[in-house]
């Protein structure tokens, strides 16, 4: 045997060696085990995987979401289906079932594909077309949907879903009665940003690094939450988690789109230079440590940064930090939020939030800095089986300081911006704000009462009331500094009271299809906060849906 043969030997025990580590390190096996399929928060099960934690008598899952096949399934392992109600039972076989997903194609076990069609007809009235819509652009479907999504090797998820909407400013037109788009009439209405779904995910047991756009939600509120919510259309993001039987880490980056409007330009110094809000970019930081004690208690605390004015550093993304005390008040504004979750009893969920954005110190109050800007959330839930559905009933409470998510430089605000180009007239570009928690944003004190009874993928009804008190403060009013500003009291200013009946009934008529109906009654006092003008309206909206 010569040295060629022996390097020969050693090369092929090399490639071999490495062959199996790669395999032993990316858990490449069949497509059977790939569990990084990661469930969009429209997913309906969500809602029952919390429910089957509070019949078992523990407290609720992770309150970060999306979640990926991997966790949920960590989550069921907490879950004895034997001792489950028949409602339970019913439940837990369908998450089951959503876990093992037959796709349309597979190849040598280790790429697999999947698709589905959904198809949605919607039609909206309302009495009163000076009062704006409850069920608005966040909650209309899209005339059609379809997800394409992709497994490769038991490590690597993708999704891309594509859709037909129309844009955002169809909500304020007044004879918009359908979601209906007709391609050769009515191409101007199409909402021309898509896909707002669109992300490579690659993970293995226990964690998950995401790359992409989908929509994100962190918090335990019912009607919102303070920090990050599932309000905005959708977020660009690089996140990276991992989950454990008693913790869960989570960091992640996500670019907020830095326009400036035009009126904002106009505050600059010089035209067209930069000088003033400082560079084009605009990126929210967070890292969140979630602990969970005694199968009864949930505790969560986030730390967030918003970054801007000036491009990131190398250190922005050392998410092992503690970013306030970093100081960089030129070009950051920074957030903690807790969260707390109790079951103290089966069937019972209490839960809450505190965000800090700003707190004044009597040092601070000396020199007219930042004004206390907090943000308070809280209620309580239960669900009680009845043969194969549940009783649901749930209060919340929730308040914004009349200074919350707002700063004096528009790449500061906990606010995103989206650009978008509208073909409806007038034609060109216009800027759609919104905060990045609560809805309601800033100078807001909402109460919401609910009660319903559901079976899962069968039926639904349920009935709430919404008290609204808005104060004049939003997410665009101009940020003051001063102790006048520091004793601003939510609401303030000429108070808008909004009241809101809302009846909700969902079933399911034949196999795939779903015919579903919203009614609302609005009564507002101070509408648009002029003092003694009232308004009512009733708001009807019918769907049709039909998955394939």
Known sequence: MGPSDIVRIHSKVFLRTILYLFLIISGISVYAENNQKVFPLSWNKYEGLDILFLESGISIPSTLKPFSADEVKKDL??????????????????IEKDLNPKPLYIENSTFAFN????????????????????YRYEKRLPVFKIPLEFWIFNNVYANVTLSMKKEHRLDEVKDNYWNIISLKNNFKELDM???????????????????????????????????????????????VTTYWNYFKFSAGYIYLEPWL???????????????????????FLFHRLELRFWEKVN??????????????????????????????????????????????????????????NEYQTEYEE????????????????????????YLNAGFEWAKTDPLLYNRYNPFLTYVTRRRIWSFYPPDGFYYLDKPLGYYLGPDAVTYS?????SILDSFSVKIGYQNIEKGEMTISSPYLMSNDAA?????????????????????????????????????????????????EDWQWVVSLSYHL
């Open 77 to 94: 392992r907490k879950i004895d289906p034997s001792k489950l109600s028949p409602a339970g039972k019913l439940i837990y076989k369908k």
């Open 115 to 134: 698709s589905s069609l959904d198809i949605n007809i919607e039609s909206y009235r309302h009495t009163n077309s000076d009062v704006p819509w409850q």
């Open 193 to 239: 940003e898509i896909p707002f779904r669109a992300f490579l995910s690659i993970g293995n047991n226990n964690w998950r690094v995401t790359y992409g756009r989908d929509k994100l939600d962190m918090g335990n509120g019912e009607t919102g939450n303070m920090m990050l919510s599932d309000y905005p259309d959708f977020y660009d993001f690089l996140f």
């Open 261 to 283: 409007t035009p009126s904002e330009k106009a505050l600059e110094p010089f035209p067209n230079r930069i000088e003033y809000f400082g560079e084009r970019y605009k990126a």
């Open 299 to 356: 505790f969560s605390i986030t730390e967030s940064l918003i970054m801007g004015g000036m491009y990131p550093q190398i250190r922005d993304f050392n998410f092992m930090a503690v970013f306030h005390s970093w100081y960089e008040f030129e070009r950051s504004n920074g957030a903690l939020e807790a969260d707390l979750e109790i079951t103290p009893y089966k069937w019972i969920n209490l839960y809450g939030q505190f965000f800090l």
């Open 366 to 389: 000396k020199s007219n800095s930042y004004p206390t800007a907090l943000g308070y959330l809280g209620g309580i839930k239960a669900y009680y089986p009845v043969k194969t559905g």
């Open 449 to 453: 009462i609910y009660a319903g009874y």
């Open 487 to 535: 004793g601003l009291k939510t609401p303030t200013g000429i108070v808008e009271y909004l009241n809101i009946l809302h009846l909700h009934i969902d079933g399911t008529i034949v196999k795939n299809l779903l015919l579903g109906t919203d009614l609302y009654y609005l009564l507002l006092t101070n509408f648009n906060h002029i003092q003694g003008k009232k308004a």
